[in-house]
């Protein structure tokens, strides 16, 4: 199976670049994964597709600001540090540019000295390790100087940080949204409560490793990054009780279901956990939880396109995008949604 394979043509005018006014106002695409058939609807419309004794799986991680602009202390060179994962108290793995100038050693300052940072060490992928020095509680600091990290095909200003956050987002952690989330409204999620829909909350710390393109040819060769994840007892019950009692399980983004499929056994049972997943799915893997997924439109030969191909088939999934550029959805992170069950 070649990345090739996983190729569309997509105009850059269709890539959004702001979320909408209103989160529940974008479009809908509604694919049968068995059929192929396909419906355009609005986001709201997502109600008509769920039923009583479903379960609903969202993914509760909040994105940290984790963009910091600052400089080297020796020459004011202006350098960028993007916060991937913390691995100690206030030890931070990190993406740094320029890296070159990030040597083990260099001093950084970020906010006119109120964050001070040391680089300790060049790991995979000369990812960089750097000490944080400051005063306070480091979130707060971090809420003051970061930037949200959006994705690099957003070249807008982002004029409201909530609006790259779901409005469940409660665990802090991850360097990118959970962006199928997006859609969702209070009033919405009460909506489909009220339905007799159960909904789970799982977390997925998403780290860029999930949207790092797959260099390789052969996409078996692909090594994905590994993402912490969190099920706890009660929402693995509501999971388990939905499946014994004939209900489906939707997940709501490839996080969603990547720590679903991660924390199943080979029964389909989930059950409370925690640790790090380097799942990989793409067509051919047999489900073991997930029935049904809504998700944004992917990049051409990522590893999430490849996901949903696996849940829908290679050959409709790209018939679909490909109605769905000349339909003019809006793509990737604050564009339309698409269902598939």
């Known amino acids: 199976m070649e990345r090739k394979d996983f190729y569309y043509d997509l105009p850059q005018e269709l890539i959004a670049q702001d979320p909408l006014a209103d989160r529940a106002s974008s479009r809908l695409m509604v694919l049968d ?11 709201r419309d997502i109600v008509q597709y769920l039923r009583r004794g479903d379960c609903l799986v969202l993914n509760n991680t909040k994105v940290i600001p984790a963009r910091l602009l600052g400089s080297k202390e020796d ?10 994962k913390r691995r100690e108290k206030d ?36 990812n960089r390790l750097i000490h944080f020095e400051y005063e306070g509680i480091f979130e707060e600091v971090l809420d ?23 409005v469940y987002a409660k665990h802090e952690g991850s360097a990118a949204a959970p962006t199928a989330g997006l859609h969702f409204t209070q009033e919405l999620l009460s909506q489909i409560e009220a339905m007799g829909v159960t909904i789970a909350k799982v977390t ?17 060769e692909h090594h994905m990054h590994a993402e912490y994840y969190q099920i706890e007892g009660t929402e693995a019950d509501k999971i388990n009780a939905a499946k014994s009692g004939g209900g489906r399980v939707i997940c709501v983004g490839t996080t969603s279901c990547r720590t679903l499929e991660s924390a199943a056994d080979k029964d389909g049972k989930v059950r409370e956990c925690s640790g790090w997943t380097e799942i990989f799915i793409y067509p051919g893997y047999s489900f073991r939880v997930m029935d ?26 790209l018939s679909a995008y490909e109605e769905a550029v000349k339909e003019k959805y809006r793509f990737f992170s604050f564009g339309d949604a698409m269902y598939i069950g």
């Open 75 to 84: 020459t004011n060179a202006g350098i960028e540090v993007l916060l991937l």
């Open 292 to 317: 049904g997924l809504i998700t944004n439109f992917h990049l051409p030969e990522s590893t999430l396109l490849m996901l949903v191909s696996a849940l829908a088939g290679r050959e409709r999934v």
């Open 204 to 220: 997925l710390h998403v780290g860029l490793g999930t949207f790092r393109p797959v260099k390789v040819e052969n996409i078996l």
């Open 91 to 126: 030890i931070w793995e990190t993406l740094v540019k320029p890296g070159k100038k990030a040597r083990p050693g260099t001093r950084l300052s970020f906010g006119d000295g109120l964050l001070h940072g040391e680089v300790l060490d060049v790991v995979e992928e000369g």
């Open 144 to 166: 003051r100087l970061g930037q949200m990290p959006l994705p690099p095909y957003i070249t807008h200003p982002l004029k409201d940080k909530n609006r790259y956050q779901t």
């Open 33 to 43: 994964k068995t059929t192929g058939g396909i419906e355009h609807k609005s986001f």
